[in-house]
């Protein structure tokens, strides 16, 4: 699987997990139960969030700004662009670029289109974000009790009867099992390259997990139980996750090419990944349309395969 489409991947799997308190913390004995109020409310409308992620390292900065939509249907869409700004090493000098970007989903089908030189590429996302997304958002209780078992404990910070803001602490050796879990639903759909493929990236992510728990900040209105906001740090998933290949490489488990081994070692050392998700308010008919031109976009997996190699090139 291609590197841009693994981190790209990461990104959404994260986006998916979940659709300033007071000075004085207090710490609730049932937190948990805080949490599962917010979280197992029926959520029936269409909803709006505006999605940013902020991936940057020594000589790059990746910013992702978009609109994102869960519609009635179980389904996602999203739309905005990537704000792309490299150091050239050689020179110094500064190389930027703004990207737009749309993601639909169409059944078991996630397909990014993305806007480069004039003209409109295309491909499937791995399976894994669409399984995220359908286990986060359905409403068969079993699962949601799955889901909730990923919850390591809950802080919460205000609890007042307009908002209740709370630290909730993801458990990553959970989180790995429910990612095979979601992996293994959706697999069988593949082709079998795809499957060898993203067999690799899903047992890579899930080392990560496996030794790191992440936090997540949400916000959520206690009037109709909707997210204000989520914001979470995947700095040391992203790192984790670089690491891990570098090791299996060092155990002779993998080889590496020496661009990918690049391009490991600035995810492993010296990569930040942050994500913040803000409600937007419910929706009629105004989630986005495919824009004009992406009809007429081509298959090309490769479409960020320059800036993954800038990304191996950086200064540190």
């Not at 978009?66 to 500064?94: V, Y």
Request: glycine fraction near 6%; charge should be negative.
């Amino acid at each position: 699987m291609n590197l841009k489409k693994k981190i790209l991947a990461t990104i959404l799997v994260g986006g998916f997990i979940f659709g300033g308190g007071n000075s004085l913390v207090t710490y609730a004995a049932d937190g948990l139960t805080a949490f599962k109020e917010a979280y197992l409310a029926e959520v029936i409308n269409n909803r709006a969030f505006g999605v940013n992620a902020d991936f940057f390292g020594p000589s790059y900065r990746a910013e992702l700004n978009s609109r994102a939509f869960i519609l009635r249907d179980a389904t996602t869409q999203m739309t905005g662009q990537i704000n792309w700004e490299f150091t050239n090493p050689a020179d110094n000098q500064i190389i930027s670029e703004n990207i737009p970007f749309y993601v639909a989903q169409d059944g078991e089908i996630m397909t990014m289109f993305v806007r480069r030189n004039g003209s409109w590429s295309k491909f499937n996302l791995p399976a894994i974000p669409v399984g995220v997304a359908n286990a986060i958002k359905t409403t068969d209780i079993n699962i949601l009790q799955q889901n909730m078992s990923a919850i390591k404990s809950v802080e919460v910070l205000k609890d007042d009867a307009d908002q209740r803001i709370m630290n909730i602490s993801l458990d990553g050796k959970k989180l790995a099992e429910l990612l095979h879990t979601y992996n293994d639903a959706n697999i069988e759909k593949l082709s079998q390259t795809e499957k060898v493929e993203q067999k690799s990236f899903i047992d890579h992510l899930a080392d990560a997990l496996q030794n790191t728990d992440l936090i997540c900040a949400w916000t959520v209105n206690k009037h109709n139980w909707q997210t204000i906001s989520a914001n979470i740090d995947f700095t040391k998933l992203v790192q984790a996750y670089g690491k891990d290949y570098l090791n299996d490489a060092a155990n002779g488990e993998i080889i590496l090419s020496q661009g990918d081994r690049a391009f490991y070692e600035v995810l492993g050392y010296y990569s930040e990944l942050h994500f913040v998700a803000t409600y937007n308010g419910l929706t009629g008919e105004d989630q986005p349309s495919q824009p004009e031109g992406a009809s007429s976009a081509k298959n090309n997996a490769n479409v960020f395969a320059d800036l993954v190699q800038k990304i191996a090139s950086t200064k540190r």
